[in-house]
């Protein structure tokens, strides 16, 4: 007990220390993690033998993973994606595995074992690459989908790839029957000795009960649960949900991350999908920094130190093979700049079912302990490299332009007194507003999707970026009275307020913040009305609150405009000590002058108040 207490404080501490200090420097968890992982085990020798133990039970995180992200995808969704995950995955996995085959083979291993090494590398860390996928926001992009189905066909070739490796047997000073026996001892079965299309039979019959449970027993047994109001009962059917599953594909021979996956898209629609997504993320979060945590311990620095050029220069060899392979596939189905650079750069690497594989190929001896010992040290280090990858994608995605990505911008053909640059949810209201009160606008909005919506609703607007110098010319900002800034990107947002005043000194520009930080930005920049995205909102929601709250209309309306007054002055005074160069936190000044209006709102706005009613 004292032994396990000691190193679960370890590696909690680990990862307290390295994970923060990681995120700040902006090298993202996963890296954190991996770093953690490395110091506590190759470094300083505090965790041993159980990191490959710990490692099977924390690749559980990615069972939860992929049973969340089934949550998010309904079936319309996952079959609209069929294509994507037959072209673009099964090219990957194809191109990927053949490449590296020829590879064992140019270095004078046997077809059978070369061919394991390829399908084994070919796959690609989906835990790694879908949590900083998730961390960056850039899961709903183009080409973070395009990953996604990658990610998703890998987990479904694991299924025949576990197939097939038994059949790849070669020896290697161990008798492949004594192995396949040792494996099959330890590995419960219900598939073992069945002619093929019995286990057909029973696979097909495991993946149809999942979506009958999921469909028919799920609802009725959470209603049963949830009778009894006691939240640590969600939390343990979420769990059995999950486990049960896992237990009943692995009995298949099927992989659990898959069949978890299925459910979650059976249960994408019902109605306690938000309680099950939290109930499980928690654990999710946790096992995943594990899993992370001992892929780092695991490197055997002593196989590296006795031959690095190797093991490094095979690692680099992978990641361009890799790299190569999803450039051609990006070429061959046409994807634009960035959404092909994060698509290149995010799976540019092996993945943890590769652990699986090779522990699963040296029982069947397909491959010999020293490849073996080769092979894990190099996915392992490619898993390390790959937040490395996406830092340099950071930095390549600033210095891309969009021009790549999106069609010719329209040709503008009218020219208003408004701009209105970024038709979301917010120039969507100004825009309205506007029209209503006989006011024409130049709406530019660079996502065409939504110019086409507008149009199909009555609404005119320009396809183009608002800002690239040679579309705001074109819309007119040279004569025009108003400029609205509404954009999502917010370092976006502010250059365009940078170099809308460098042109116009005399422009009035109304800019939309997505908070006080975004305020401070975009007042140095030159914008003349500021609105935060939640601000007004908010006072209208305080507004409501102090009317059922004994306060007549007027008295809450009272209320709420002098609160606005006084927020507005102190933010004026706030963004005058305000410094970009130092974090809000660090800064001093800052801070005391912050406390000293807090302690004066409520004394303002009271005598303000005494103030009116003595004059009435």
């Known amino acids: 007990m004292e032994s396990f207490l000691l190193q679960a404080t370890i590696y909690l501490g680990a990862a307290l220390i390295a994970v923060p200090v990681a995120v700040r420097l902006g090298l993202g968890s996963v890296l954190g993690y991996l770093i953690a992982g490395i110091f506590i085990g190759p470094l300083f020798g505090l965790v041993g033998a159980e990191t490959t133990e710990l490692q099977h039970f924390a690749e559980f995180g990615v069972v939860m993973m992929l049973f969340l992200i089934g949550l998010e995808l309904e079936p319309k969704a996952l079959w ?3 294509s994507k995950l037959i072209n673009l995955g099964g090219l990957q996995i194809t191109l990927s595995a053949g490449l590296i085959t020829l590879g064992g083979l140019f270095f004078g291993l046997n077809w059978q074992t070369a061919l394991a090494v390829g399908l084994i590398l070919s796959l690609s860390s989906t835990a790694i690459v879908l949590q900083t996928l998730a961390e960056k926001g850039l899961m709903n992009s183009n080409g973070g989908r395009s990953a996604f189905s990658v990610l998703l066909t890998q987990d479904i070739a694991v299924i025949p790839m576990l197939a097939l490796l038994p059949l790849l047997a070669v020896a290697h000073g161990g008798d492949v029957h004594h192995a396949d026996d040792a494996h099959h001892a330890a590995t419960l079965s219900i598939v073992e000795g069945l002619p093929a299309w019995g286990v057909t039979l029973v696979t097909l019959g ?36 999950v486990v049960g599953i896992a237990v009943l594909m692995t009995l298949v021979g099927l992989s659990p991350a898959l069949g978890t996956f299925l459910a979650g898209v059976v249960l994408a629609n019902s109605e306690f999908r938000h309680q099950l997504e939290s109930d499980i993320e928690p654990f999710k979060g946790l096992l995943l920094g594990l899993f992370f945590i001992t892929v780092g311990a695991g490197i055997n620095f002593a196989v590296l130190f006795g031959n690095p050029g190797l093991i490094l220069g095979l690692t680099a060899a992978l990641i361009f093979v890799k790299w190569l392979v999803l450039y051609i596939i990006g070429r061959i189905f046409n994807m634009p700049g960035k959404e092909a650079m994060l698509f290149r750069l995010s799976l540019a690497q092996a993945g943890e079912f590769g652990f699986v594989l090779i522990s699963f190929a040296i029982q069947q001896s397909v491959l010999g302990g020293d490849l073996a010992e080769t092979l894990l040290l190099v996915v392992a280090l490619s898993m390390l490299f790959t937040p490395c990858l996406f830092i340099v994608y950071d930095l390549i995605e600033k210095r891309m332009t969009d021009d790549t990505d999106q069609p010719e911008a329209d040709e503008i053909d009218e020219h208003t007194g408004i701009i209105i640059a970024g038709i979301g949810r917010f120039g969507q209201v100004v ?57 999502d990107d917010k370092h976006a947002a502010v250059n ?21 930080v975004h305020v401070y930005e975009l007042y140095a920049a030159g914008a003349n009305d500021i609105v935060r995205e939640m601000f007004d909102s908010s006072l209208r929601a305080g507004r409501y609150v102090l009317e059922n709250t004994g306060m007549t209309e007027f008295e809450a309306h009272e209320f709420e405009t002098l609160f606005y007054k006084e927020d507005r002055r102190a933010l004026r005074e706030l963004a005058d000590l305000w410094d970009p160069e130092i974090p809000v936190i660090d800064n001093k000044p800052y801070i005391e002058k912050a406390k000293i209006l807090n302690s004066e709102l409520e004394t303002n706005i009271v005598s303000q108040i005494q103030s009116r009613l003595e004059k009435e």
């Open 80 to 82: 609209a994606m069929r």
């Open 206 to 241: 495991a993946v149809a009960a999942v979506v009958l449970v999921g469909v028919f027993l799920i609802r009725p047994l959470f209603f049963f649960v949830n009778g009894a109001h006691l939240r640590e009962l969600h939390t343990a059917f979420a769990l059995l949900i």
């Open 431 to 487: 825009n309205r507003m506007m029209q209503t009160a006989g006011h024409p606008t130049t709406v530019l909005d660079h996502d065409l999707e939504v110019i086409k919506l507008m149009r199909r609703f009555g609404f005119k607007g320009f396809f183009g970026d608002p800002t690239r110098p040679d579309v705001l010319h074109a819309a007119g900002i040279d004569k025009a009275k108003v400029l609205v800034v509404s954009l």
């Open 496 to 516: 365009l307020v940078k170099y809308a005043r460098r042109t116009r000194p005399d422009l009035h520009i109304v800019a939309r913040a997505h908070d006080r």
